[in-house]
Nanobody
Framework: QVQLVESGGGLVQAGGSLRLSCAASGRTFSNYAMGWFRQAPGKEREFVAAINWSGGRTDFADSMKGRFTISRDNAKNTITVYLQMNRLKPEDTAVYSC??????????????????WGQGTQVTVSS
């Protein structure tokens, strides 16, 4: 059974940091690209960051560059992907979800099909 389970969300003040984790199991996710998306109330889901299967390539949405980093740990049977978020802003408030796909191109291409999704974790940044 494929499972992507996010954790690490919460309430933080503006300027603070959070690290989100996504534990992926049920497939050989060490061969998969992984990514993070977010959806704020009343807005469409947007791409945040992606990392390829080896960790050798990463991509970020422009508004996250320099503030967010993405990394992964392929060493265990359950793959874990991390999103380190620094200098958080109130506009970063959203539900953050992780996704897995066969390639990083599928993660960064809007509307791509065939992604596995987690349920999401709430991040709230207070001003």
């Amino acid at each position: 059974q494929v499972q992507l389970v996010e954790s690490g969300g919460g309430l933080v003040q503006a300027g603070g940091s959070l690290r989100l984790s996504c534990a992926a199991s049920g497939r050989t996710f060490s061969n998969y690209a992984m990514g993070w998306f977010r959806q704020a109330p009343g807005k469409e889901r947007e791409f945040v960051a992606a990392i390829n299967w080896s960790g050798g390539r990463t991509d970020f949405a422009d508004s996250m560059k320099g503030r967010f980093t993405i990394s992964r740990d392929n060493a265990k049977n359950t793959i874990t992907v991390y999103l380190q978020m620094n200098r958080l802003k109130p506009e970063d408030t959203a539900v953050y979800s992780c996704a897995a796909a066969a390639s990083i191109a599928m993660i960064v291409t809007p509307g791509a099909m065939g992604l596995y999704w987690g349920q999401g974790t709430q991040v709230t940044v207070s001003s």
